[in-house]
């Protein structure tokens, strides 16, 4: 398996542009997560999908955030209107069990720069 | 509200050194503890994964604990090399997600 694919690795946009990050999980896992990194706040996660339906978004930190998983095998995390606070590395990682419970791949990581 | 704390911050050792990387946590109803590597520019790969029923797991040179009661587990590495250089993360699974530490960054010298 190719393992947690995600795209793209680099993003660099102006504020106010929308931002589309894509995520393809490890085939077989029904769990999915998407996290951001920064210097100052850590990982964090920002929402949980099982069997592609959200279970937790209380990370989501504003509605100019929004996620969606329409299969088993694709996810999306857009932001819209970005903006220079949202500069962060956003990664997916899936997992084959309960969120928590059993180990998570990660993906590579999309690092965003909103200018 | 789960708390994941690592100390140190930041290690530096010559090659060869034993060391041991530390990771306390707040709320001990936890299912699991997980110890991750994270290279410069990349994910994280998981080391090792500790159920909340188990004491400790080991893997090559690796060696991590846990005490579910005092909130605590230890990461030790056996015999470093330059090649253990890298951001290593602790994370709690608690409630719905996986709590993660801040990290502690290695560093070993050759």
């Known amino acids: 398996d190719a393992g947690v694919i995600q795209s793209p690795r680099h993003e660099v946009t102006e504020m106010g542009q929308e931002v589309t990050l894509r995520c393809k999980p490890i085939?077989?896992?029904?769990?999915l997560f998407w996290y951001r990194q920064t210097m100052m706040r850590g990982l964090e996660l920002l929402i949980y999908f099982n069997n592609n339906v959200p279970i937790d978004d209380s990370g989501m930190p504003e509605d100019r955030f929004s996620a969606k998983m329409p299969n088993a095998s694709f996810s999306t995390l857009k932001i819209q209107p970005s903006e220079p606070r949202d500069s962060a590395v956003y990664f997916c990682?899936?997992?084959?069990?309960?969120?928590?419970?059993?180990?998570?791949?990660f993906g590579p990581g999309t690092r965003l720069t909103v200018l | 509200k789960q708390e994941v704390t690592q100390i140190p911050a930041a290690l530096s050792v010559p090659e060869g050194e034993n060391l041991v990387l530390n990771c306390s946590f707040t709320?001990?109803?936890?299912?699991?503890l997980q110890w991750f590597r994270q290279d410069p520019g990349k994910g994280l790969t998981s080391l090792l994964l500790?159920?909340?029923?188990?004491r400790e797991q080991t893997s090559g040179r690796l060696n991590a604990s846990l005490d579910k009661s005092s909130g605590r587990s230890t990461l030790y590495i056996a015999a470093s090399q330059p090649g253990d250089s890298a951001t290593y993360l602790c994370a709690v699974g608690s409630g719905n997600k996986l709590v993660f530490g801040a990290g502690t960054i290695l560093r070993v010298k050759s």
């Open positions: 709320d001990s109803a936890i299912y699991n």
């Open positions: 085939s077989g896992h029904n769990s």
């Open positions: 500790i159920q909340s029923s188990q």
């Open positions: 990682a899936s997992g084959s069990g309960r969120a928590g419970a059993d180990t998570q791949y």
